[in-house]
């Protein structure tokens, strides 16, 4: 789809959201990582989505994704159409609106936005705040892996390693990728990734926006990452890089992908190849 079929850029501002609510194509979606955050005010219209519905939730990666008649029961409760142009925001950064983006995409329903900032940026604006429990209009939506692209499994990313043209974006603490910290069996990180934190692309000067483009763009080639490159992100669960695949599609990076059995698969293996 292309960008002239979108009601609003990837990223939009919350002035720019605020102009368009009540559009009827318009369905904003508050997932955050605490619920209290939806309760203590939220964009007017807002649905809330409980960011666990957007995981399996079970098994030995209970953060893969859930099965096609969840996610369809999922989006049709959301009354997702065709037609809708989703907005996402949450009240951390990005992170799980960025998974939610992503699972959009990876079903081929490429109409939707990230609010720059989430909730932060939308208060600190002085934007409206509602605290109505909106309850949405259920539809019948049937979800298909249209776009499977946007996601690695971890027998292809095995083949994958050390690929020319091919990086790694692990999005999680210097700690974690170093090795001396994580709930795994085996801890450190995949051979060849480079390690940018999520937290390091959110400008705290400004809200948690994303920082200057051309910035983050510098840094990350200084790391071996550049545009043109098919770039997979992972954190430990495809939570923290859900947002770090949204910065990569704002900065243009047209091979984005995203792992998420993440290192709660591959750090729980014995047969997965571990740098520390």
Not at 64 to 78: A, N, V, Y
């Amino acid at each position: 789809m292309s960008s002239e079929d979108n009601l609003l850029p990837l990223i939009v501002e919350p002035q720019g959201l605020a102009d368009l609510l009540g559009h009827e194509d318009i369905l904003v979606i508050d997932v955050p990582l605490k619920a209290q955050s939806y309760t203590d005010g939220h964009v007017p219209g807002a649905i809330f989505l409980d960011h666990r519905r957007l995981l399996k939730g079970d098994g030995p990666v209970p953060n893969e994704l859930p099965e096609l008649d969840e996610l369809s029961e999922l989006f049709s409760s959301l009354g997702l159409t065709r037609d809708t142009h989703v907005v996402a925001y949450d009240d951390e950064g990005g992170g799980w609106a960025g998974r939610l983006l992503w699972t959009l995409e990876l079903i081929g329903h490429g109409r939707y936005s990230y609010l720059n900032g989430g909730i932060h940026a939308w208060r600190d604006d002085g934007q409206p705040l509602s605290r109505d429990d909106v309850t949405p209009t259920p539809s019948d939506y049937r979800a298909e892996i249209l776009n499977p692209r946007v996601a690695i499994d971890r027998l292809e990313l095995t083949e994958r390693l050390g690929g020319e043209h091919f990086a790694i974006w692990d999005a999680r603490s210097a700690d974690e990728f170093d090795g001396k910290k994580g709930d795994n069996q085996h801890l450190g990180h995949l051979p060849g990734a480079v390690n940018m934190e999520w937290t390091l692309a959110m400008d705290r000067e400004r809200s948690l926006r994303l920082r200057d483009y051309a910035e983050l763009i510098t840094e990350l080639q200084a790391m071996g990452i550049t545009p043109d490159m098919e770039v997979v992100t992972h954190c430990q669960s495809h939570h923290r890089s859900g947002f770090t695949w949204l910065v990569g599609k704002a900065l243009g990076f047209d091979n984005i992908r995203a792992y998420p059995g993440s290192w709660k698969e591959w750090g729980n293996r014995d047969d997965t190849p571990i740098e520390a």
